[in-house]
């Protein structure tokens, strides 16, 4: 179980020409990040208790020292092939996704931390979903920057 710190880090907004510090991770074959400032925590997958009638992106509940949190399939989300196998969960921090109590998303692999610069965002492809930040280019890949309050509004 990794802990990960949030920093205070700058939005992608402004002149600063700070980088943002985000976690990628992997859905299927593609490569996901977000802003670790959200994060709590990253733990292995476990055991997940099934809630009956619940919408298809809520896999079910999980203990979590305590703590009942939901937890999220992204693949369901944004409609990703069930292909992969889920094997981590990035707990955000539920001071900063607002009234939606403690959840966390299941993911199919962590990869790193790093830093993204302005300039290597195209904010232009996602003028018409909010729950994109933009995509991070460099390095012959994509990266899709998601919001983690996604899961709210399905």
Known sequence: MAEIESPQVDAMEGDSGEPTQVLEFGLGSETYCLDIGVIDEIVDAGELTRIPNSPPH????????????????????????????????????SETVGEQGTIGWVVDEVYQVSNIHPKDVDETTTANDDHVHGIVKGDDRFIVWVDPNIAASK
């Not at 979590?64 to 989300?77: A, E, H, M, W, Y």
């Open 58 to 93: 809520v896999k079910g509940v999980m203990d979590l020292r305590g703590r009942t949190t939901s937890i999220i399939d992204p693949k369901v989300v944004f409609d990703i092939a069930a292909e992969g196998e889920r094997s981590r969960i990035i707990v955000f921090d």
